[in-house]
């Protein structure tokens, strides 16, 4: 998607032969354009870790370049199978609600485990990476194919008057390798030529959607707002919000979704309030091992300093700002888990589907 009307992917490798991986480093975002160069499975875990990259597609594509990064590295050094076992596990414990990562991970091993030579191993490691990252990319701009048409018909049915659409977190190309999921069908929509506008939840405590759904949003000249986490309610009881599209970290069989926190209460209000809430996402994000999300999903615990602490840009200058006492203890949970009874349908690559098992079941063939 366009940066300063110059086309850009997430993550990407140079033409070489075992090239270094860079990525978009999203911390310094929306302030400072920042290119991060990754040439170690390390690396690339601490960017995993610390969130220089985010998003559940993203976090499942560097996932798969990490794990050709851990071949490389024991080419380069031992060749051990501890070594690459051990890499792999930790790079799989980076973080653990987005089931992306675990999904990417397994298919890079499993092209490459039988393969005898390391060389070998390295370079089918990498091909297999950059076809994840292609299906990633492909994967949501279908998703905004599909997920059109909801837009569409809204649109018609408010006689082509602007469609207010209010979306969580950051669910857009920066969340992928390209395109995004809940940010996709806005994108196909405002192309087309259709009047939307974005509410955007500024989605504390990392401001995924102050930072970057709007610098997104702004790139690409689709109109939005951004709001604080709390006033989604009080627009859609004023009828200021026509659908609600968020993303998905990882979506049980019988629909159950963990999202970032915050999520469930905006699909509640939305439901109180008769609106479709829709839930976008690949398969990929699909956990088809778990019958159901609530207690079931892993809901990642970050550090209180995310809590604690607001970055932004003051004099020119990125700071971290305190804004309570030093001694406050502070719970940072990362996502929530909301039911399928709240959510209308999942956008996906395949199409749109009900939040049921019986449907749900059918994406994995
Ligand atoms: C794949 S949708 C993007 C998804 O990722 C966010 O989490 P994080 O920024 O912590 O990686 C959030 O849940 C978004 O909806």
Redesign the pocket.
Same mark, same amino acid.
């Given at each position: 998607m366009l940066v300063a009307n110059k086309d850009y992917r997430t993550i990407w490798v140079n033409d070489t032969h075992l090239p270094d991986v860079q990525i978009i480093d999203q911390r310094h975002l929306p302030h400072r354009f920042v290119v991060e160069t990754l040439s170690t499975y390390k690396q690339m875990a601490t960017a995993i870790k610390e969130?220089h990259l985010?998003? #559940?597609?993203l976090?499942g594509v560097a996932g798969a370049f990490g794990v050709y990064l851990a071949y490389r590295d024991a080419m380069y050094r031992n060749n051990s199978v501890e070594f690459i076992q051990s890499a792999i596990s930790e790079i799989l414990n980076t973080?653990p609600t987005?089931v992306n990562l675990k999904w990417a991970i397994e298919i890079v091993t499993s092209r490459v485990e039988n393969i005898e030579a390391i060389d070998e191993k390295v370079t089918k490691a990498l091909e297999v990476a950059k076809e994840l990252a292609n299906l990633d990319a492909e994967s949501c701009r279908m998703i905004g194919v599909n997920g059109l048409p909801i837009i569409e018909e809204i649109s018609r049915k408010k006689n082509g008057e602007t469609v207010n659409i209010l979306t969580?977190?950051? #669910?857009g190309w920066l969340?992928?390798t390209d395109y995004g999921?809940?940010l996709s069908p806005i994108y196909h929509a405002h192309r087309k030529g259709i009047k939307v506008h974005v509410w955007v939840d500024e989605t504390r405590p990392?401001n995924?959607g102050a930072a970057l759904t709007t610098w997104e949003l702004l790139n690409e000249g689709v109109p939005h707002t951004l709001i604080v986490d709390n006033v989604g309610g009080h627009l859609m009881q004023n009828g200021m919000v026509d659908l609600v599209i968020?993303?998905?970290?990882r979506i049980a069989s019988n629909g159950d979704t963990a999202?970032?926190i915050g999520t469930y209460l905006k699909a509640l209000a939305a439901h109180d309030n008769g609106i479709p809430f829709y839930v976008a996402?690949p398969t990929s994000?699909f956990d088809f091992a778990l019958e159901t999300g609530l207690g079931k999903i892993p809901i990642e615990m970050r550090t209180g300093d995310e809590v604690k602490y607001i970055n932004g840009l003051l004099n020119d200058k990125v700071v971290d700002v305190l804004i309570c006492p030093t001694q406050t203890q502070v719970a940072n949970y990362?996502?929530d888990v909301t039911p399928s009874r709240l959510i209308k349908a999942f956008i996906t690559e395949k199409g749109i589907i009900a939040p049921n098992t019986d449907e749900i079941t059918k994406l994995n063939c």
């Open positions: 969130m985010r998003g #559940a597609g976090i973080r987005a969580h977190c950051n #669910a969340a992928f999921s809940a990392r995924q968020t993303g998905a970290d999202n970032k996402a994000t990362g996502f």
